[in-house]
């Protein structure tokens, strides 16, 4: 009624919104192709299965992209598409390593992320050290605009190294484009802590947590 949507949920509450985005994720449009005349193995869902090398189930067929099984990001699909180039017409083999991968949210407040998330990494590792910290910008402060913002940094117990940093608040994906750099070099947090910070900035923050959420090892 006058351009409000009533959303009852599952639970019987009901939500008034101004609209409602439906986003269901996408399927590759394969279908209709003949792959599976020639043998090109896809997924329940029309993705291409490839191996490391973009090779499909047909030892002469390649695909890259998010046609196939593997991280659907354009950035992802230009490095396959160049890997791909390099080792099939100029003579210089190479694959993608799709560890460490950043990604972000475009969303108010920002999110950026890269590495494992916390979940992943006690899966992984067991006992982890986790530094995060809660601020308010000093942007934000003075200008009176702006939201808090929160980043983390989980730290493998044994050497040191990085293996996940996550940010919400404005200027997430920027920041932590840069600090995906850091994760795919193995930088650990002892070089975190002796790098000099840029003040006053949101991303200091990241190189100034030094004391881990004792509550959160292990």
Not at 81 to 86: M, Y
Not at 119 to 142: D, H, M, N, Q
Request: aromatic content about 6%; glycine content about 10%; proline content about 4%.
């Amino acid at each position: 009624d006058h351009g409000v949507y009533h959303i009852k949920l599952s639970d019987g509450d009901v939500i008034e919104a101004d609209g409602l985005l439906c986003a269901m994720g996408r399927t590759p449009n394969t279908w209709g192709l003949g792959l599976e005349r020639v043998g090109v193995g896809v997924t329940e869902n029309g993705a291409v299965r490839v191996d490391e090398w973009s090779r499909t189930s047909v030892p002469n067929i390649y695909a890259v992209g998010d046609c196939t099984d593997h991280v659907n990001l354009t950035p992802v699909a230009i490095a396959e598409g160049r890997a791909l180039a390099d080792t099939l017409y100029n003579n210089d083999p190479k694959n993608v390593d799709y560890k460490n991968i950043p990604s972000a949210i475009f969303s108010h407040p920002e999110v950026g992320t890269v590495g494992l998330t916390e979940k992943e990494a006690r899966e992984r590792f067991g006992e982890i050290k986790v530094y995060r910290s809660e601020f308010r910008p000093l942007k934000a402060t003075i200008s009176g605009n702006g939201g808090r913002t929160m980043m983390k940094l989980l730290v493998e117990l044994e050497t040191e190294k990085i293996i996940g940093c996550h940010m919400v608040g404005d200027g997430a994906a920027e920041i932590v484009q840069g600090l995906a750099i850091a994760l795919k070099c193995g930088a650990t947090k002892r070089q975190f802590d002796a790098t000099m910070a840029i003040h006053p900035t949101a991303s200091e923050e990241f190189v100034t947590m030094y004391e881990p959420l004792l509550e959160n090892v292990g």
